[in-house]
């Protein structure tokens, strides 16, 4: 059975960089990667978006093998307000549609 | 500009009882989902529109849970009879992405509802 996998938890320290792995073996081809970061009580909030290789952005990287199933979020010089809940999110090949799947998520803990 | 507005914020109901849940998405945002939200886990997508067309509704329990978009604008998440493993969150997601079924384009999620079943 297909699935979206992360690891469930990370811990890291100030100031240093944090990259987490989402495992999508059933991404369409039509389709992106998306990430998502979730604190207590909101909604998850975008952090940025790829179909292949590498995608920058002003807070993060991602990084796109060629065969596309997997990806790696990378937050640079992470601070203790990236302390949240990390979700992957990729549309699956399904029947005419793809299925949207997110990740269990992966919770980071950065420490003074 | 205004984000995805839900209400309410918080309800606890019994077991067997109705629930219902509102979502405005951010104006001129083609595409809607709902999503679940249980603690400890990742969003699951109950139902998307676009426009007021359903995308997908696989995921949805349709003996219980129904959901429409009237006027492809605001929607309106029900649950009847409520049973305790649909204690979780209720997200309400928009997105401008006219592009059907992809997971292609930002989505902004409203604060979510959170349902206690008791």
């Known amino acids: 059975l297909a699935k979206t996998t992360q690891p469930i938890s990370m811990d890291s320290y100030e100031g240093q960089e944090v990259n987490i792995t989402c495992s999508h073996n059933n991404i369409a081809t039509n389709d992106y990667i998306t990430w998502y970061q979730q604190f207590p009580s909101q909604g998850p909030r975008f952090i940025i978006q790829?179909?292949?290789t590498k995608v920058t952005n002003e807070v993060a990287s991602l990084f796109i093998p060629a065969d596309r199933k997997s990806s790696t979020l990378s937050l640079p010089r992470v601070s203790l307000s990236d302390t949240a809940v990390y979700y992957c999110l990729v549309g699956e090949r399904g029947g005419g549609y793809n299925k949207l799947i997110f990740g269990a998520g992966t919770r980071l803990a950065v420490h003074p | 500009e205004a984000g995805v507005a839900q209400s309410p914020r918080y309800k606890i109901i019994e077991k067997r009882q109705s629930v219902a849940f509102w979502c405005n998405p951010i104006s001129g945002h083609a595409t809607l989902y709902w999503y679940q939200q249980i603690l400890g886990q990742g969003p699951k997508l109950l139902i998307q529109?676009?426009?007021?067309?359903?995308?997908?509704d696989s995921q949805l329990p349709k003996d219980r849970f129904s959901a429409e978009r009237l006027k492809g604008v605001d929607s309106t998440l029900k649950i009847q009879p409520a049973k305790l493993e649909d204690s979780a969150v209720y997200l309400c997601?928009?997105?401008?992405?006219?592009?059907?079924?992809?997971?292609?384009?930002?989505?902004?999620f409203g604060p979510g509802t959170r349902l206690t079943v008791l």
């Open positions: 790829g179909y292949k």
């Open positions: 997601a928009s997105s401008l992405d006219l592009t059907s079924g992809r997971a292609m384009g930002e989505q902004f």
């Open positions: 529109f676009q426009n007021n067309g359903v995308v997908d």
